[in-house]
């Protein structure tokens, strides 16, 4: 079909009713967003010539995703969150803020509410064979070096399976399980005692990987760990680091990886004193950095709906 119709009155007038532009009531902002997505979307089935058939496609491939839970796992993988991300650092660039621990996406799979530790917490509960004792620690700064008191740094990450607790498909791990929360003192400090992850794919059968295979990608990621440090006089920092020498560091299929982000993994003797399962353990040091509000905000807090549960 060549027939071009999105610039004529008639769907012109009928986009502006589909969103009620200009009716009253409703929230304005959304009115303009519905406006401008239902339009892009017109336009590029004008453009593009897409079909009915493949129109239905999509719409039933929503319902699905949503049928899965996948939309936010999908908004990852689509590059949407990165997106967010690059935003954030070129709006920080354009005010001039400069020294914090690059930020990058906090994903689909953290769980609110872990137990709040001062300065240390064991994170893992459940008994894992394949994984190696792991202790992550460092130092919460300022950007001029001065220690963080009262910072929350919160830290998930999966288990040997490349499965997070709460979303195991296996129903293995209970709640918690590698997840932790822990307040730093006067000096700054905080410590995880856990087990070395594995790097997460999506769930093979979900509409994720369904749309990732008609693309010929693959919906892995490397290993990683995730954080928030948060901090009432600075802004949250959403970030997570990447286990150095996983053979998908530069082909993660979310997009998160940041070359300041790979911290050198050190192997280390003395777990048993530690109380870590084996006296062998690796260690990484990996130290946050804070940027101050804006003009008294937190302009790179994140809203979003969340998995809570009680600890
Ligand atoms: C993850 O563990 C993750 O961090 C992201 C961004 C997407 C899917 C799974
Ligand atoms: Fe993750």
């Known amino acids: 079909m060549s027939a071009k119709v999105f610039e004529t009155q008639e769907v012109q007038d009928l986009l502006k009713s589909a969103a009620n532009v ?10 303009q967003i519905v406006h401008r997505l ?17 129109i239905w496609a999509g719409v039933n491939y929503l319902n699905k995703l949503g049928q899965d839970g996948e939309a936010a796992l999908l908004a990852a993988g689509l590059g949407l969150e990165k997106y967010l991300d690059i935003r954030m650092d070129a709006e920080d660039k354009a005010i001039g803020l400069a020294g914090g621990t690059p930020r990058t996406i906090e994903g689909p799979l953290y769980v609110s509410g872990a137990p709040l530790r001062d300065g240390m917490t064991k994170m893992d509960i459940n008994p894992d064979e394949d994984a190696g004792p792991l202790v992550i620690r460092g130092t919460v700064t300022d950007v001029d070096g001065k220690p963080v008191a009262n910072a929350v740094v919160e830290c998930w990450h999966a288990n040997s399976k490349g499965f997070y607790s709460h979303f195991d498909p296996t129903g293995a791990q209970s709640d918690f399980n590698l997840r932790g929360a822990v307040k730093t003192g006067a000096d700054g400090q905080y410590e995880f005692r856990t087990l070395m ?3 997460y794919g999506c769930p093979p059968h979900g509409s994720t990987q369904q749309l990732l295979n008609a693309l010929a990608r693959h919906g892995n ?10 901090s009432d006089d600075h802004r949250k920092l959403t970030t997570q680091f990447n286990i ?8 993660d299929f979310a997009y998160a990886t940041r070359e300041e982000l790979i911290p050198p993994v ?46």
């Open 22 to 31: 200009d009716g009253d009531g409703g929230n304005v902002r959304f009115k």
């Open 38 to 54: 239902l339009s892009d979307l017109f336009k590029a089935v004008d453009d593009l010539d897409i079909t009915p058939d493949e």
């Open 197 to 199: 992850p594995v790097g």
């Open 221 to 230: 990621r490397p290993a990683h760990v995730h954080f928030f440090v948060s």
């Open 244 to 251: 150095e020498g996983d053979p998908l560091i530069w082909d």
């Open 266 to 311: 050190t192997e280390k003797t003395g777990g048993a004193a530690l109380g870590l399962k084996d006296d062998a353990y690796k260690d990484i040091e990996f130290n946050f950095v804070l940027t101050p509000l804006v003009q008294g905000k937190d302009n790179q807090v994140v809203h979003r709906l969340r998995a809570a549960a009680a600890a």
